[in-house]
């Protein structure tokens, strides 16, 4: 987190204002692919503690930080916010369907 924040400072540390637009439009513009890359580095964190260290889904919670346990358990399966509004939904549209 700290690198992060210290590239962050580094974006705005830079004077002129068209190069700074520039850096930024830049890493913004791949930003879809690095989020992508840390939710799946997550994920796999995730699914390595409860498979190799047997950690329960509360302790994995707690060490995620502001999730429940069964928020850690759908990151291990890889779904966001987006999918599970998308599973939900479609789960909803199948039982109105019977």
Not at 48 to 75: C, D, H, N, S, Y
Request: net charge negative; glycine share 8%; no cysteine.
């Amino acid at each position: 987190m700290k690198r992060l924040l210290e590239a962050i400072e580094a974006f705005e540390a830079i004077e002129d204002p068209a190069e700074r637009t520039r850096a930024v439009s830049e890493v913004l513009g791949d930003w879809k692919v690095h989020l992508a890359r840390l939710r799946q580095i997550r994920e796999d964190g995730v699914r390595a503690l409860r498979e190799e260290e047997r950690k329960t889904w509360p302790e994995i919670a707690e060490i995620i930080g502001g999730v429940t346990p069964e928020r850690a358990q759908q990151i291990s399966k890889g779904l966001s916010g987006a999918r599970r509004a998308r599973d939900k939904k479609a789960a909803e549209e199948a039982g109105s369907a019977e």
